[in-house]
């Protein structure tokens, strides 16, 4: 991905900028910063998907349903006020490119497909950029849904961020203990 000097600086300055991008002609909630780990460690963090509901915002129930080479069945309870939200998504990972792409195969809402991609920022860092599409199923005026998630976008990546330094530190202890 290139990256503009603004964005750059903004970025590097620990900003989490999101905006709204068009992929395939439809409109979805982006976000970019930099995680002050390798990106093996943000990689663990992104896809471990049985702990979501440990670290991930208003994440109640999750956990894998099937695994076959890299395509991931993944269920996932989201608590919300007015109701839960719940969906299994269909992931599938690209490793080598530090790539997860994914789109709902089921659920309360009507759709959600999205990706993270991951790129070295430096030493010990990386670039993650989440992007998202959301359709609730039900009419929401669409500068509020983009608003809404839009919005939930830097706390989730302040928690990939701190599961990601703390599987880092995980890491660095068992390495010492060698």
Request: glycine share 8%; charged share 25%; net charge positive.
């Amino acid at each position: 991905m290139e990256l503009d000097d603004a964005l750059r600086a903004r970025i590097e300055g620990g900003e989490v900028v999101t905006s709204l991008v068009d992929v395939d002609g439809q409109s979805r909630a982006q976000a970019i910063a930099v995680i002050d780990a390798p990106v093996a460690a943000v990689w663990d963090a992104i896809t471990d998907y049985d702990r979501y509901a440990e670290f991930m915002p208003h994440t109640k129930e999750s956990k894998i349903l099937e695994r076959k080479g890299k395509v991931v069945l993944f269920r996932t309870v989201l608590e919300f006020p007015v109701r839960d939200v719940w969906y299994v998504i269909r992931l599938t990972l690209n490793e080598k490119a530090h790539r997860a792409d994914w789109v709902m195969a089921d659920g309360n809402i009507k759709a959600n497909v999205g990706s993270w991609a991951l790129a070295s920022f430096g030493k010990g860092r990386t670039c993650a950029t989440y992007t998202v599409a959301i359709d609730p199923g039900f009419y929401v005026p669409k500068f509020l849904l983009n608003k809404a998630t839009q919005g939930s976008l830097p706390m989730l990546i302040r928690a990939v961020r701190d599961r990601a330094a703390a599987l880092g530190a995980e890491k660095g202890k068992s390495k010492g203990k060698a």
